[in-house]
């Protein structure tokens, strides 16, 4: 049986961000949920690049998990350390997140500025269930619990812990299978 993809994305780092690097509790919250998707057998797909995407796998990494990366622009070796397998989309700003959907059973969003906004509004046009983190500043903690317009496609759930939103994830996407 194939294994479960879940797909996390969030805040960039330094690389992205400069100035402003996500929360100490952002970071615990990605590193505790790579540790769960890595603990569920589940393959974690990210961007592959600072931040969220490094502390989410790098829980994974140290706890036996399989992680990749989507990176943008069209060069090998761009991921971060905690990466397995890289795929390398050809453009930037526009396939990756794309890529990172299509390639997901379903997503967690922790924190998150435009690029977490955009690959949230591709899962929600795609159907595809988004968990979003509560309590972290960002994209996925304003739209927790609502729907993104008036058709109502799917609804993005909040969760207040790591826990809560692997559980919550498995039962939505066992609902759509």
């Not at 070796?77 to 890289?86: F, L, M, R, S």
């Not at 794309?98 to 929600?124: H, K, R």
């Not at 729907?147 to 609902?175: N, Q, V």
Request: net charge positive.
């Amino acid at each position: 049986m194939k294994k479960l993809q879940v797909g996390v994305i969030g805040s960039a780092g330094c690389e992205e961000y400069p100035n402003k690097k996500p929360s100490k509790k952002a970071f615990k919250t990605a590193y505790e949920i790579g540790k769960i998707i890595a603990s569920e057998k589940a393959i974690l797909i990210c961007g592959g690049k600072g931040g969220i995407m490094k502390e989410a796998c790098r829980g994974a990494k140290e706890n036996n998990g399989i992680t990749v990366g989507v990176i943008s622009g069209n060069k090998l070796n761009q991921a971060n350390e905690y990466v397995d397998v890289e795929v390398v989309s050809g453009v930037t700003n526009c396939s990756e997140e794309a890529l990172i959907i299509s390639m997901s059973d379903g997503i967690i969003a922790i924190g998150g500025g435009a690029g977490t906004l955009q690959e949230i509004a591709i899962a929600y046009r795609n159907k595809k269930p988004v968990i979003a983190i509560r309590g972290i500043p960002g994209w996925a903690n304003k739209l927790s619990d609502t729907y993104l317009d008036e058709r109502k496609i799917i609804k993005i759930l909040g969760a207040r812990s790591p826990r809560e939103a692997l559980k919550l994830l498995l039962r939505k996407i066992k609902m759509l299978r």
